[in-house]
T-cell receptor
């Protein structure tokens, strides 16, 4: 089992819709969770970080963490074509607060 | 403005050559990472370092080594480049439990 798993997609949504991206992780006591966005040919850039159970909102983005079920999700409201990118989930595993493990990413396509 | 800088954006090397990829960060971060990214495989951790002269293997260390002689600099070394090491290489740095900042990436082609 991979440490961090994401559906590769592509996830296709119409402009203005809510895009829901999901990530599961294997280490139950993982500490920190991050969502990165990566445009083609570019480096990943941080969108959200979340450390405790529940929801965290930042503009059109909401991260949701459920440690009991070992998943973290990212909701993008009012999706725009400029949101089309690959979204990477990253987790800091147990016993290694400095190590960062990435999922393989979900490609999001927002149709105008 | 925080910065992670990789020495080259594009590199073309011959099979068997020794290749050095350099990464410098100006945020005084303790932790630095080297990843490679290939289509469909995501970001795979090659090596990371949590302090000067300290290093740990990631998931795919074979064929690579690293050096961290100064806190701000983390080098990835391909001892004898092979065509299966053609990839995008990304350097990142973090402080404890904080987000990772990435360099611009180096696209390495081994011919």
């Amino acid at each position: 089992q991979k440490e961090v798993e994401q559906n590769s997609g592509p996830l296709s949504v119409p402009e203005g819709a809510i895009a829901s991206l999901n990530c599961t992780y294997s280490d139950r006591v993982s500490q920190s969770f991050f969502w990165y966005r990566q445009y083609s040919g570019k480096s990943p850039e941080l969108i959200m970080s979340i450390y405790s159970n529940g929801d965290k909102e930042d503009g059109r983005f909401t991260a949701q963490l459920n440690k009991a079920s070992q998943y973290v999700s990212l909701l993008i409201r009012d999706s725009q074509p400029s949101d089309s990118a690959t979204y990477l989930c990253a987790v800091t595993p147990r016993g290694s607060s400095y190590k960062l493990i990435f999922g393989s990413g979900t490609r999001l396509l927002v149709r105008p | 403005d925080v910065k992670v800088t990789q020495s080259s954006r594009y590199l073309v090397k011959r099979t068997g050559e020794k290749v050095f990829l350099e990464c410098v960060q100006d945020m005084d971060h303790e932790n630095m990472f080297w990843y490679r990214q290939d289509p469909g495989l995501g970001l795979r951790l090659i090596y990371f370092s949590y302090d000067v002269k300290m290093k740990e293997k990631g998931d795919i260390p074979e064929g690579y080594s690293v050096s961290r002689e100064k806190k701000e600099r983390f080098s990835l070394i391909l001892e004898s480049a092979s065509t299966n090491q053609t990839s995008m290489y990304l350097c990142a740095s973090t402080s404890m439990n904080t987000e990772a900042f990435f360099g611009q990436g180096t696209r390495l082609t081994v011919v």
